[in-house]
């Protein structure tokens, strides 16, 4: 089965500071991969998505993730943070099945940005 | 505006009840999913449904129930055999298709078990 593993709860940051989330999944298959942002209280929004072609993905906000095979990872990335990217932040893989298409999710990772 | 909708943001419920959550697509999206969400153990899948009047149980059904009777609506519904329902619910839309698993959130339910 896939899984998905966020090895960071907490991740505290300071404003303008460069900023790594880290991803590793296990799946037997290429995998769909994904980055959620979450706001407290609110739904999953989109960053980035990789499906194939070029390992480094552009996403909103100025996020970018690259994909490693040999590594099983997909890294998130931002040069400088912004006070407003204070959030919780999901990686997920998508899985193709006969019954139908699904998301695993990490566990998430919370980050704080310090003035 | 084309969205998904969620409602209500808020939900009480006494021990013993069932009680349905409502989530509503007008993306004319054929997939459909309901996550579970506990602090610190990301999102699980409850169910999804790839087409009208088909769904499958995901990682964690048991306690649960969903209909798919219309495209656009995919209601849960979490009975009293849910042990521990407290938790915040989302619902999910994507196109569906072989390769298609891009979803499209809700703002999410927050139950309260009391």
């Known amino acids: 089965a896939q899984s998905v593993t966020q090895p960071d709860i907490h991740i505290t940051v300071s404003e303008g500071a460069s900023l790594e989330l880290r991803c590793n999944y296990s799946?037997?298959?290429?995998?769909?991969l994904f980055w959620y942002v979450q706001s407290p209280g609110q739904g999953l929004q989109l960053l980035l998505k990789y499906f194939s072609g070029d390992t480094l993905v552009q996403g909103i906000k100025g996020f970018e993730a690259e994909f490693k095979r040999s590594q099983s990872s997909f890294n998130l990335r931002k040069p400088s943070v912004h006070w407003s990217d204070a959030a919780e932040y999901f990686c997920a893989v998508g899985v193709h099945k006969a019954a139908g298409n699904k998301l695993t999710f990490g566990g998430g990772t919370r980050v704080l940005v310090k003035p | 505006d084309g969205g998904i909708t969620q409602s209500p943001k808020y939900l009480f419920r006494k021990e013993g009840q069932n009680v349905t959550l409502s989530c509503e697509q007008n993306?004319?999206?054929?997939?459909m999913y309901w996550y579970r969400q506990d602090p610190g153990q990301g999102l699980r899948l409850i169910y999804y449904?790839?087409?009208?009047?088909?769904?499958q149980k995901g990682d964690i059904a048991e306690g649960y129930s969903v209909s798919r009777e219309k495209k656009e609506s995919f209601p849960l519904t979490v009975t009293s055999a849910q042990k521990n329902p407290t938790a915040f619910y989302l619902c999910?839309?994507?196109?569906?298709?072989?390769?298609?698993?891009?979803?499209?959130f809700g703002q999410g339910t927050r139950l309260t078990v009391v």
């Open positions: 449904s790839q087409i009208v009047n088909d769904f």
């Open positions: 999910a839309s994507s196109l569906g298709g072989y390769e298609d698993t891009e979803a499209f």
């Open positions: 799946y037997g298959a290429t995998p769909y």
């Open positions: 993306l004319n999206h054929d997939a």
